[in-house]
């Protein structure tokens, strides 16, 4: 997805961590090896932000805050889909997402 969109792991805005795998299984394998954010939990839902401001000819940088278009045209869908428009709150995924 992300050599589709144009860009590498770089333009990723999820951070890094080790795979949830190693932390329920309590495996020390983690320590172990260097994580990328490609490896991150959210790296997909990113992956998806870059690939829709690419093909839309929006800024790629930032994608996850709430000010881009892209960030309020998801809040449109989901409120829609939803049917809480007016309920509707901003949160954070615990990543870099905020809505």
Known sequence: MLAAAGV???????GCHAPGFFAATESSAASSVKWSPLFHNCSGKHAGFLAYARMHGQPSKPTSTPATPLQQRIRTIVARFAR????????SDGCSAAE
Do not use: N, P
């Open 84 to 91: 809480w428009a007016t309920r509707l709150r901003r949160a």
């Open 8 to 14: 590498d792991e770089s333009a990723l805005q999820c």
